[in-house]
Every structure is written in C-alpha cells, then in structure tokens.
C-alpha cells in the first residue's frame, strides 16, 4: 500500500528543480494562504496548489490534500459557527446550549470559518504537492550541509510512516485470517501494536544507521565554524538598529543558504521556480500595501472585489502552471 | 575515523578472544536476582576469520549467532549495552574501544529483515548513503555506486523508489549499500530468511562470487545450511552462546550427525539413512557422490 503522498520520481520540472527552488514556489503560494483573508486571493492559491500538483503528476495527492483539507475546512466552519456569536446577520437562534452557552449561528461566523477553512486547505495541498514531488533523498543532501541530524531524521521519519501503512495493512490482513468468530481487531489495540512495531524498527533503523557511519563526523566543507557570532562579541557598542540589519541578513542567508546549499544538485529549472516564487511573493507584498485584502467577517460580511485583488488572483492562478513542461521544438513541428 | 589507506590488508579480518557478554539485564531481572550464567548470551567466544575467507555460523535460535555478529560490527556492546569480556579487533582495529561508526570503514553488516535496513527514498540514495556519511566526493560516489549496482546485477534498480521493490531486490539493495565501502568484513544475519528457494541460493552463490572476486571475508549466519554449505569454506556451530564446532562443510555434517540432528541437512539426513558415504554439502556434491557409486 503507497500513500498518495509518498514521493513518486518522475521527469517533470519540479520533480527535477532543486528542493530549495520547489519549497520557495511551494512556499510563496502557501505564504499567500497565510497573508490573506479574501476568499478570492485563498481560492486562487488553492487552485494555483492544485494545478501545480496536477501539472507535476501528483493527481492522487492532490485529490487526497483536497479531500481531507475540505473535510478539515467544514469542520472549521461548524465549530466556528458554534463557538462564536459575532457577526449581525442572525442565521439560527439554538439558544442555550451545554458548556457552548448561547449560540447564535451568524452568517458572518460561517464565512470567517469558511475562511480559515479553505487557508488550512490551500496550506494541505501547498504540502501535499511538497511532499509528492519533491525528493526526500535531495532535501536531506541540502541540508545536510546546514543541519545534518534534523534531515536526517525528518528523512527517516518520511521512510517510516509508508512502512507502518504497510505494517497496518498486513495487521489488518491477519485479523481478519483469523476467521469470523475471531473479535475484530479495534483501533487502538491496532495502533497500540502498530506504535510497538514501529519503536522496534526505529531501534534497527537506527543501528543500521550506525553502521552506515552515520556517527562519523562529516568532513568540513567550509569554514563557516571559524567566524565569530555577531552577538555577544560586541555587546558594549550594540545599537538600536542591530536588530534591523541582523534580521535583514539573516533573509538574505536563509535566502542564500536555499539556494546554494544544494549545488551540486542545481537543475536547469530552478530559475523557472524561484523566479515565479518571487513574482508570487512580491506580487502578494504589492497587493497587500494596494488594498487587494478587502475582505472583512465582522461586524457584517464585506468582500472587496478591487482591481488588484482580481489581478493577483488571476496570476496566482497563473502561477500554477509553472510546473508545466515546455512542449519540445519537435512536438510543435509535428 | 580509520585511515583505509594504511590499514593493515594482510591480517585476519575478525579476531575474537575470550568473548564473554550478557545482554543488559531488564529493571525484573535486575532488582530479583543478581546476572545468573544462563543469562550469558556468548561465552568464552574464540574465532578468527582470515582474509577472504567465506564462513558459515549454523546453530539453533538464540544459540548466540546474532548476538556474535552484533559484537563483530561493534553493535554489541556500543548500540545494545550489556557487560562484556573479551577482546574483538576487525581488521586491525579494536571494536570494543571504538564503536559501529568506526568499523563502518571495514565491516558491512545485513540484517535479516530488509525493510529495516532502507532508509532513503530511491535506490542509488540508499547505496550512496555510507559514502556520503564518510564525506566522498560526488564523482567517486557515483563511480562506486555504479561499480557495486554491476556486481551486484541491479543497475536497472537504482532509479526505483525503495517501496516499490521486492523482497528479494530489498535484500540485494541492502547488500549493495554494505559493501559499496568496499569493507574487508560483511556479516549477513540470516538473509535469506525472507526469500523464496531460489532468490535464496543466487543471493548465496553471488555472495560467493564476491567473496571470490573482491577477496571479502564473509560470515554468514543461516539456518537453511543446504543453501549455503558448498559456497562456504568452513562452518563455525554455536549452541548456548558457545562456540561447538568449527571446521570443514563435510566435517560439520559429520559432527552434526553425531552430536545436533537439528543442524543437518535434508540431503545429509537422506544419505545418512540410506547408508550412503560422504555425506553432500550440497546438490552438486550429491549427484557427484551418487554418480560415483553407479559407476562403481
């Protein structure tokens, strides 16, 4: 049994771009689901999500992302609906009810659930796509550089849960061997023996991993241990604008580090990905300081259609073909 | 880390002496009753395996071969804990005063479920790994994982992602990224415990052809003894965490006859019966033995 967010190799363009160009084209669009609140810029990232994972070949997580982010999305709306009582357009008088109190459901509460909802959606399939086109192998290559034990287990952890699918779907097989007078095997007895499973694998992974040399010290690549911290050293002249300039040069490092930790692994499509990446991320800036978030719940729904909030959805929408591979002079000939 | 360069080739690829250890005792074991002998998992363990030598380790379960071969890769006492006595050095390097991470240079080590083994994603990542933990540059990683994937016949494997592959392709992948390194050493517990018959005798004489052409010391504990003993040079027995036979493939079936029926081979038990001398260690052997008495 594969999950449908299991990495699956393929040829296409993102699956090839390097994980420090997919995460800032990933990332941007997700980051776009978090700054804004105007259903129309979330649906837009949404289907921007969408359409990458469909374009990249990862139909199956997309489908699932979507599925379970939509299911997360109505239960938001509901327990939005019954836990706040803002908002002035009246729907339904429930009147007092156990610990909830008085609950009135608001047109206003179901559309800021409904909103949180589809932000928490756009986020799943952003990660979905994340998780089924890019290579775990690559990530943990260009982080291992920067920090070599939290990729290397966020590595195995992405190793491990398709290995307790399949341990949870061999369990279950040998329940129901068992025969029909046999008790049916519950959840947690099945999780219960599924957790014990996976602790003894986790011990052999781990001493497999010993034994790989996993324990060795990595030769120095750089000499980045050499240089001095900018904090402690100068405390005596510290100025009100260090913060400023260290948090500055910190986006640029990280910024940096993104793109040239992986190097070696650089692929001819990672300017096609941090490029629209940064037209994403700039274009949501723009509509940001141009009023293109006009979207307000409370104190009654007020959804603004201005021209920048249409314009930064409709590249939103644009920007998820960014995955599509470019028909070859052949094929256009032919 | 050690030094390949010049580390000895010449001396014996795993000497052990004296080698006595018990597991670590559980909070019950420790608070009712003080560590009793039965609870020893090797006693007074003594073997050397010379270089390029292929040996089989037979014996019963928790006779003590795991566990042997855990402190042949330094696992055991480093990974598992436990009090230990004795002395352990692989090729030329103390294991008990250095640990896995140190012997990783010489010893390759495959386990008998291979699923436990695979950490990566895809199959070249998985072979790539020791060589990227020791720091190599990328073209001579590229090189040897090509290299190992030849010998190992599964180049047509390594863009695969790891859970789409068989049991059997699981194995060799495993076994691929244990002797990428090029290790003097390659314990294998038990490998073809999850192969079908005949996945089970090509990784076994593949084995052998590695032994042979790469000149790696192999030991290679299996129950299945019919597949392995005519690819083997010597079969060392253990029962109660002690070392009870040691010598030749024929020998041990001699001495299994006499002393451990458990440990004999169907064929063995077949020629025995029938009054039929030598014993095979293998089909091969057998057709040879019975064409040789037709003749006669």
Known sequence: ?334 | MPDLATMPRVGPALAIEGLTYAYPATNAESTTQSRADSALALRDVSLTLASGEFAVLAGRSASGKTTLLRAACGLVPHFHGGEIEGSIEVAGIDALAGGPGELAAVVGYVAQDPETQIVSTTVAAEIELPLEMRGDPQPSRARAVEEVALALAIPHLLDRTVDTLSGGELQRVALAAALVTRPRLVLLDEPTSQLDPVAGGELIWLLRRLNEEWGVSILLAEHRLERCLAAADRVVAMGGGAISFDGPPRDFLDWAQRSDAALETPAARLFSLAGIEPLPVGVRDARRILRDRGER
Request: proline letters at 5%; a positive charge.
């Open chain 1, 1 to 334: 049994m594969r999950s449908p967010f299991a990495y699956v190799p393929r040829s296409g363009p993102l699956q090839s771009a390097s994980p420090g160009a997919a995460v800032a084209y990933l990332g941007a669009l997700v980051a776009v689901a978090f700054l804004y609140s105007s259903p129309l810029v979330l649906a837009a990232a949404g289907v921007a999500a969408a359409l990458a994972g469909r374009t990249a070949g990862a139909r199956r997580a997309v489908r699932a992302a979507l599925r379970m982010g939509l299911s997360l999305a109505m239960l938001i709306v509901v327990v939005n609906a019954l836990v706040v009582n803002r908002g002035e357009t009246v729907l339904v008088r429930l009147g007092d009810l156990p610990l909830l109190g008085r609950v009135d459901i608001t047109a206003e509460a179901l559309a800021a659930g409904a909103v949180i909802g589809l932000r928490a959606a756009v986020a799943m399939v952003g990660f979905a796509v994340y998780s089924a086109c890019v290579d775990p192998d690559r990530v943990l290559r260009a982080l291992r550089p920067i920090a070599g034990r939290s990729a290397l287990t966020a590595a195995l952890i992405s190793r491990l849960v398709p290995v307790a699918a399949a341990d949870a779907a061999r369990l279950r097989d040998a329940s129901r061997l068992r025969g029909p007078a046999a008790a049916p095997l519950g959840r947690a007895a099945l999780v219960r023996r599924l957790t014990a499973g996976s602790l003894d694998r986790a011990v052999d992974v781990a001493a497999t991993l010993e034994l790989r040399g996993y324990s060795i010290p990595a030769r120095p690549r750089r000499s980045l241990a050499r240089l001095s911290p900018p904090w402690g050293a100068d405390t005596l002249n510290r100025s009100r604008y260090d913060r400023r300039f260290y948090a500055t040069g910190a986006v640029v490092a990280i910024a940096a580090v993104a793109g040239g930790a992986d190097t070696l692994n650089r692929s001819r499509y990672d300017r096609r990905f941090y490029a629209t990446g940064a037209v994403v991320a700039i274009a949501a800036v723009a509509g940001k300081l141009l009023g293109a978030d006009g979207f307000h719940a409370y104190p009654t729904v007020a959804l603004g259609l201005e021209p920048a909030t249409v314009v930064l959805s409709l590249l939103l929408v644009l920007s998820g073909l960014a995955p599509r591979r470019r028909s070859s002079t052949r094929n256009r000939n032919a």
